[in-house]
């Protein structure tokens, strides 16, 4: 009897929408601009059509915090799903273990057995991931075609070599040398997961009662990419890759039987009911609170933002009128996703008197332009605390920026 219900294929699926997604997420521009890429010398974060700059790091921090606890929750509630189904590393390490078979070699206790002529060529698949791998992470700080076109012309900036090349090596040594010991061993996500499992947390394993039906064939082992035997219980190495449930469930299909492994929240049958705890609801509670001040945040992201302070390099000076001009610099950055003009007012902050200003005071700028203005504030000579208007094309305030006057 064929086996029909083999999870293989969607693992295999949604291993490869993941990979894929974050090897083409780097390519693709909503208005000419990254989908998700950090451009460091502009200390701009590009996130789906959002750009955040420096000064909103509390966002970025948000949504990293939101990112951890939602990893960490979904791994108390599938455990190390993650591992087995959507990390890069494992599609790697699949792929090589791939091109290794296809060359006659095979992996066993961490070590390639086979022909010379065959571990030679796989050298040169290992140097290929690893190139795509270490050029996959630069793209989400240099734009992939300009990243390729500076690389040909060993154009990059030195810091940029040091991390391709650093890269590469180690991605090279990860597949050569590593291999699966990264996912038990060495990886810290891997190392954590111990701790965070729940008394129900989803995982492979073989009930009591059905061990008398195994007929000791080996083929979970044989299939396992951890090299263990899901029979002798819960391991941490184990990924909940389900690559044993379909070797059992094959096996037993041949007898006309269930298979013997399956996925259970808890070993002990707790049910995912089980999961509705406290080491599992508060964090989701926190995870939910979150999300929505995130949500608040983005939402109600002003839609320009305007810095300003007295110039370092202009002193100021007294006019035969006997105004006294001050040298500032404003920095006025357009948030939206349109070109807008901007006006600088001024006025005293107590009284609420207009006051004159001189210079680049009106400027327009481009979608996501952050823009240095120098201007001069024209003053009776008082000590005053001043507060600069940025104005949009119709005269609304968009944002207010202070600075205060000595004599
Ligand atoms: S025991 Fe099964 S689920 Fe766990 S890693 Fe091995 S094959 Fe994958
Ligand atoms: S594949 Fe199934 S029947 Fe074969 S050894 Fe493993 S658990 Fe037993």
Redesign the pocket.
Known sequence: MKNKNRIGPWRRLIQWATTLLLLLLPWFEVDGKSLLRIDIPGLNLYLFGQILRIQELFLVLLATLVFVLGFLLVTVVLGRIWC?WLCPQTTLSDVAEWAARRLDLTVKHNRLHGGLAGKILLQGVYLFLAFLVASNLLWYFIPPRLFYTRLVALDLHYATWITFVLTWLLVYLDLAVVRRLMCSDFCPYGRIQTSLVDRATLS?HLPDAEMERCIECGS?IR????E?D?RQGY?V?????????DACRGVMAKRNEPGL?RYTFGLHGEGAMGLLNPRVLLPAAALLALLVILGIGLLDRPVASLKVAVSHTAAARQFANGQIGTFFNAWVNNRSQEAEVYTLQARNKDSGTPLVLKGQIKAELAAGENRRLDFVLLTPGNEMTVEFVLTDGEGLELSVAEAYIGK
Do not use: A, D, V
């Open positions: 087995g492979l979970c299939t396992c990419p951890m263990i899901i391991q190495e184990c990924t909940n890759c389900g690559r044993c449930l492994i």
